[in-house]
């Protein structure tokens, strides 16, 4: 808008200097100074309006500039603020994904601390089992009890599930013989029970607390050269618990 009036003028000012050079030779070169002033002035006005039109403009980028910058720094805090948030929740997300982690886990033991069972040599019937040439696991088929499932009635093997404490028992009939079966943890010999019966029914007895690791085996396995005898009145078994986690 300034530099539009500015022309304006000048091209006034040019018209002007070209109408008096247009003149008789008689006008005076004060006459032609006396055109040319006003002109002067009303550029050096437009030059000041003009001065002060961008000196206000400038103010006004100026305000514009920090008001953007009051903006940006705005803009930063909030992203701070949302990032913040967000690894909170983050964190929480992490927290409670471990809170349920380790419920999941006492859940798991609280259900494999559930742990007791009880068999007998034979479901019903009579019969002597052995002699055998070597160590034989006993399976003890008749099932009464398996909290757990640890106890596997297939091939007579309980299995820990969880680190802890048990206690087991077995007890094994015999008819005019010997007899004996000792408790074995993995490959190792515990107790064993042991019976010589020279004449009619008899029976032994032994138990044993063990440590058992998650995964450890615990089974009975009758002595070489031996008899055990079982029949309807089931007196030939196998039984054991959990007694607490560790």
């Known amino acids: 808008m300034g530099i539009t009036v500015v022309c304006l003028l000048l091209l006034v000012c040019s018209v002007s200097t070209e109408h008096s050079n247009t003149g008789t030779d008689v006008e005076t070169t004060a006459q032609q100074i006396s055109y040319q002033q006003p002109c002067l002035q009303d550029v050096h006005a437009a030059l000041k309006e003009l001065t002060a039109s961008l000196a206000e403009q400038k103010v006004e980028m100026r305000l514009l500039q920090r008001e953007n910058e009051a903006q940006v720094a705005k803009l930063q805090e909030v992203r701070a603020e949302l990032e913040k948030q967000k690894t909170e929740m983050q964190s929480q997300k992490f927290e409670l994904d471990g809170q349920k982690t380790e419920t999941d886990k006492l859940k798991q033991q609280l259900h494999a601390g559930q742990v007791a069972f009880s068999a007998s040599l034979l479901s019903d019937g009579e019969a002597t089992i052995g002699p055998f040439n070597g160590h034989t696991a006993l399976v003890f088929k008749n099932v009464v009890t398996n909290i ?44 064993t029970a042991y019976e010589h019966q020279t004449a009619g029914y008899g029976a032994s007895s032994q138990s044993a607390s063990l440590l058992l690791e998650a995964g450890d085996t615990v089974c009975v396995h009758q002595w070489t050269g031996t008899k055990i005898h079982d029949n309807q009145n089931h007196h030939s078994t196998f039984s054991g618990h959990l007694l607490f986690t560790l």
């Open 148 to 191: 757990g499932s640890a106890y596997d009635p297939n091939t007579g093997v309980f299995t820990a599930a969880v680190r802890g404490v048990y206690h087991f028992e077995w007890h094994i009939g015999v008819d005019s013989s010997n007899t004996a079966a000792v408790l074995v943890k993995n490959t190792n010999h515990i107790f």
